[in-house]
């Protein structure tokens, strides 16, 4: 009798230890800690001696640094956001995508750059770069969908995410194989060089092509999707493909045309990218790549206004971030903990909303 | 019944073994440390070398290894460096005549392999190596990040030598880290590091500087090396910052560089880094910063990349003075036309250090292969790593040679500092001679 007490109490008492919210604590924990972290870091770099702190150009460099970087990391990213939004494959060639949108845009930038077409015509140029970039990439893009993903679409999930990466190594390496292994010039306008001044600050020229071209990009996107027949479509694959296919849409065709559109993106990324970079090589999809999935998964997948916040987040982070907050600890060369701070970022994010910020309860998720 | 069928399966297992020993016997031509004297019968007693010696039978080639760059970025690096072991094979013969010529009445066979430039190169180039007995030694790494604690390891624990025409890191020929069997023709970057220092502090009379360099052992050393020279000057470093050589974005970086306001900012590093440095540091660096680059950087797809100076901001790299040896008749007469002849321009001034290490290496064959009269060759591979760390007052292409006891075989270098775009690769512009030149010996630095 007395032994059956016991074992009620010790029943008792896991039953307690079992009900106490253990991950709660801890995480409200880890979110005291890190927000003390960030803070004390922020103040004391903000602190810092008259001769050793950042001067406010300094900052608004940063900023705008970040902005037309992280824009472009968000076009990219809107690029995987739709294919996982309707395949629900992470599409890893599209790095690749980018990249040959670049190589494309490229050809005809250095041949204008000699003749001087450039510079003598430098709207037309850009818009001409620009539509080459994207039919290039949206190419690519199609031919991928159908030659690598769409004999796989009923395998596994492993299979076509395997075979991304494949198809990724295999554009690389072609690329490498027909255009070479080193980086090359890419030609910009000469009126693109300098700065504007917007609301009195000054702007570097091709930062300010890169954000308003994103924002245009971005809204006729958001348009498309939500307004159009096609856009409709795709949404309704995107909830469900079983009932979509029903209900009378050609789901292969949604497909397509939803690949013919990340790289339409892509296109568009390729030329900004290489006008603020001023250089092309055949491995320039993958970091920017990388960030861009990074990005996607920030926002939540699968979330279009996810993926241009998760680029713009990333980056202002890997542009302010490490000044803001590692400066203050006296850490020495903290831009080479750039990525390191950026990823601590999204895992204490997915920690506190695994599906990423816009990733859940998002009414635009395709 | 039962029985017999074991027996059979024994003799047929007992008859594979002994063809499988048979075949063993004839797969390496190295005799073993132990071994007492070589099989062909030769005065040099193996078993007194530690690694054992390489034998080659009459008729047979003598086999080396190259371990260079050559493929991806620093591609150009590597294959000019092939071509300068190739050279020196071809003027075995007395003439670059585009066939090779021959060691000791043996041909050379030169087995290429790549470093990648990068640790995990080296290791796969060097365990390929240093699974076939019969390479006598190696001509590599391009670049000191394959070499150091990798293939110099690697190689080393075979004793096969390694010889390379073009790392630069100080931390191969430490007293820390150098391995035994490691040398190299190449300058050592305190030397470049403390000529580069003189150059901005001296010539051009800034005394404030920021560093920036990505993962490599090469651009972290020779940073460091300038950093410490441009400090004991009297100059001071306003920041000190890291990349990574994948980054394309630079432009952060370069913001935080030019809150602290340097008048030069060093980036010793590899391409695409460098010409990236140079167009993105422009739009972000105050009007007139300098920047200054390395070896690493001087080369075509820099010029590629850039296209013209950028107005307002000047940038120089340094590189060894090949004007210094060009002048030379051998170089200027016979050496250069074979190697346009056959491979069209250089990519690099290292393939005449690659050339230098090729002949220092034949010299040294020449003087411990043993010969037992009807064309055996054996040549033990301790006393060849002591014979090429014995080189003295060797008058090579890119000048006298001498070797210390840590490998360091170009003891008195001449390191040239070149504007952009009057550099001396394909692309350059005439005229293409260093804007500063400064001799220092290895002694001066250490």
């Known amino acids: ?81 739709l294919v996982y939004g309707i395949l629900r494959m992470i599409n890893f060639a599209h790095g690749e995508v980018f990249m040959f949108g670049a190589f494309g845009a490229f050809f005809f930038s250095h041949a204008w750059e000699q ?43 492993l299979v076509p995410l395997i075979t991304a990466i494949g198809a990724s190594l295999f554009l690389a390496n072609t690329a490498r194989g027909f255009f070479g292994a080193q980086s090359r010039g890419f030609g910009v306008p000469e009126a693109l060089d300098g700065t504007w001044t917007i609301l009195g600050v000054e702007v570097d020229r091709i930062q300010v092509v890169v954000l308003v071209t994103v924002i245009v990009a971005v809204a006729v996107l958001s348009l498309f999707v939500s307004k159009t027949r096609t856009g409709k479509s795709m949404r309704a694959v995107a909830a469900d493909s079983e009932t979509a296919s029903l209900m009378g849409i050609r789901v292969d065709r949604v497909i397509v045309i939803t690949f013919a559109i990340g790289g339409l993106l892509a296109g568009i990324a390729a030329v900004l990218f290489s006008i603020t970079f001023e250089s092309v090589s055949f491995t320039m999809g993958f970091r920017p790549g990388i960030a861009a999935f990074t990005a996607a998964v920030l926002g939540g997948i699968g979330s279009i206004s996810g993926a241009a916040l998760g680029g713009v987040l990333l980056g202002l982070l890997q542009s302010i971030g490490p000044a803001l907050i590692l400066t203050g600890y006296g850490i020495p060369s903290s831009f080479q903990l750039k990525d390191a701070f950026t990823f601590l970022v999204l895992v204490l994010v997915l920690i506190f909303r695994p599906g990423g910020l816009l990733g859940s309860g998002e009414a635009e998720k395709v | 019944m039962k029985n017999r069928k074991y027996f059979a399966m024994l003799a047929l297992l007992g008859a594979l073994m002994l063809v499988a020993a048979a075949c063993g016997d004839d797969d390496g031509g190295e005799t073993g440390g132990g071994g007492g004297t070589s099989a062909t019968g030769g005065a040099v007693d193996c078993a007194a070398d530690e690694f054992g010696c390489v034998e080659i039978a009459s008729g047979d080639p003598i086999q080396l290894a190259s371990l260079l760059s050559i493929t991806g970025d620093t591609a150009f690096l590597g294959t000019d460096s092939n071509h300068g072991v190739e050279l020196a094979i071809d003027y075995l013969d007395g003439t670059f005549d585009g066939t090779p010529g021959q060691l000791l009445d043996h041909d050379v066979e030169l087995t290429q392999e790549d470093d990648g430039c990068s640790a995990e190169g080296g290791q796969a180039g060097a365990t390929a190596i240093a699974a076939n007995p019969d390479v006598v030694a190696v001509i590599g ?75 490599s052992p090469y651009a972290d050393g020779l940073a460091a ?53 140079y167009t993105q540091g422009s739009d972000i660096l105050a009007k007139g910063t300098i920047q200054v680059g390395s070896d690493g950087c001087l080369e075509t797809s820099f010029l590629d990349t850039v296209g013209a100076p950028i107005k307002d901001f000047a940038y120089y790299a340094s590189s060894p003075d090949v004007s210094a040896y060009q002048s030379g008749a051998f170089y200027k007469d016979e ?48 006393a060849l790593k002591d014979a090429v760390l014995a080189t003295s007052g060797y008058e ?10 840590l490998g360091d075989c170009a003891t008195d270098v001449t390191i040239g500092v070149f504007e952009y775009d009057h550099w001396p690769v394909e692309g350059g512009v005439d005229p293409t001679d260093p804007v500063f030149s400064e001799t220092k010996t290895l002694a001066d630095v250490i």
């Not at chain 1, 059956?4 to 109490?9: F, H, I, K, S, V």
């Not at chain 1, 922020?42 to 640094?65: C, G, H, M, Q």
């Not at chain 2, 690697?154 to 890191?169: A, E, R, V």
């Not at chain 2, 050339?355 to 292969?369: G, H, M, R, S």
């Open chain 2, 335 to 382: 050496y250069l036309p074979a190697y346009t002849d056959q491979f069209g321009k250089p990519t690099s001034v290292f393939n005449a250090h690659a050339y230098d290490a090729t002949n220092v290496l034949f010299d040294a064959i020449e003087a411990v292969a043993v010969d037992d009269g009807s064309g055996n060759l054996t040549i033990p591979r301790t």
């Open chain 2, 141 to 215: 790494t391009s670049c000191s990040s394959s070499a150091l604690g990798v293939a110099d390891t690697i190689l080393g624990d075979k004793g096969i030598l390694l010889f390379s025409p073009s790392n630069t890191n100080p931390g191969l020929t430490s007293e820390e880290a150098h391995q035994a069997f490691y040398a190299r023709t190449a300058h050592n970057d305190k030397i470049q590091g403390a000529i580069v220092a003189d150059f901005v502090f001296t010539e051009l009379g800034l005394t404030t500087a920021a560093t920036i360099n990505d993962e």
């Open chain 1, 115 to 157: 003749s001087g077409f450039l510079d003598s015509n430098p709207v037309l140029s850009m818009a001409l770069l620009l539509v080459i970039a994207m039919l290039v990439s949206m190419g690519v893009a199609v031919l991928l969908e159908r030659i690598a993903y769409r004999p796989l679409r009923n395998a596994p999930r």
């Open chain 2, 396 to 405: 090579g292409m890119t000048g006298t040679i001498t070797c210390t006891p």
């Open chain 2, 225 to 277: 090396a300038f950093r410490d020279n441009f400090e004991a000057l009297g100059g001071t470093i306003t920041g000190v910052e890291q990349v990574s050589s994948s980054d394309t974005d630079l432009g952060p970086v370069f913001t935080n560089i030019a809150a602290s306001e340097p008048e030069v900012v060093y980036g010793p590093n590899f391409n695409p880094v460098c010409a990236l440095s």
């Open chain 1, 1 to 81: 009798m007395a032994s059956a007490t016991d074992e009620q109490l010790r029943g008792a008492e896991l039953g307690l230890l079992e009900r106490f919210p253990w991950r709660r604590i801890i995480l409200v924990v880890l979110s005291i800690v890190i927000v003390a972290v960030v803070a004390i870091g922020a103040y004391k770099t903000l602190t810092l001696p008259a001769d050793e702190r950042y001067s406010s150009t300094t900052w608004k460099n940063f900023i705008v640094l970040g902005l037309a970087q992280g824009a472009i990391i968000g076009l990219i990213a809107l690029g995987y956001t």
